[in-house]
């Protein structure tokens, strides 16, 4: 399995850095409220000094919308809506354990982070700008299609795993109860976001390590070192967060 990005996005947004951190060994039992509530007050203290759509995270992610003739205002990147409605309400809802933890990991870096179920991923995923005939499964069990040219992870089977980039995840891939191997998916837009994305993935690691005992496999991928290829199923997998491949 490898995950990239599709060069015409790279050549767009040159400053598109993505994590990727491949894990096997969750469960749905796994308490991670105190995990969560510690990102959640970096986030909630962060607000305090101004609305989430100040942040340059978010600001990177607004214009990127906009160049793709979208109403920033209208669909929000996941990290933009979970920051939003956790100024509002207070709090975030709770989903999964792990989709919290991922969650709550987002909204306290302000950079959108997607959980998918691997074993509901067909062979390969690229973040591509689709052609208009993949196949996109909402949360209400509705088969949709996205637009030509909209971005949105599609695997070889053609299935589209998200709807406007990182504004909708799809209901295929979303992680439940009997999820054990995942693949999770970190993208920042803004200017010098290597280092953030960087100390991201590593506090993915380290949580899934600590919390699932999870084996994982980490990479960071930016234009020099676009593409993240999975381990074979009896390699060891490390828990370093390394460069991508080419």
């Known amino acids: 399995m490898q995950f990239e990005h599709a060069p015409q996005l790279r050549d767009a947004y040159p400053d598109l850095v993505a994590g990727v951190v491949l894990a096997d060994g969750i469960t749905a039992t796994t308490d991670v ?3 969560t509530a510690g990102y959640l007050a970096a986030a909630q203290g962060r607000l305090v000094g101004g609305a989430e759509s100040g942040f340059p995270e978010i600001q990177a992610w607004r214009r990127a919308y906009a160049a793709m003739g979208l109403r920033p205002t209208r669909y929000r990147c996941a990290a933009e809506a979970l920051l939003r409605r956790l100024r509002l ?16 990991i987002s909204a306290a870096y302000a950079i959108p982070v997607a959980v998918l179920d691997l074993d509901r991923v067909d062979g390969d995923l690229v973040v591509r700008p689709a052609h208009g005939d993949e196949a996109y499964l909402s949360f209400a069990g509705d088969t949709e299609h996205p637009e030509p040219g909209e971005v949105t992870f599609v695997d070889s089977a053609g299935r589209a795993h998200a709807r406007r980039w990182t504004n909708r995840q799809s209901g295929w891939s979303a992680v439940r109860a009997g999820t054990s191997s995942v693949l999770i998916v970190a993208e920042a837009l803004h200017p010098g976001g290597e280092p953030a994305v960087t100390r991201l993935v590593a506090a993915l690691v380290t949580e899934l390590t600590d919390g699932w005992s999870a084996s994982t496999a980490a990479a960071v991928l930016t234009t020099a070192a676009p593409r993240f290829r999975a381990p074979a199923a009896d390699d060891d997998r490390g828990q370093a967060v390394s460069p991508g491949t080419r």
Request: net charge negative; hydrophobic share 35%; with cysteine.
């Open 33 to 35: 409220s105190a995990r």
């Open 89 to 104: 309400d207070g709090e975030l809802p709770r989903v999964h354990p792990l989709v919290d933890l991922c969650n709550a």
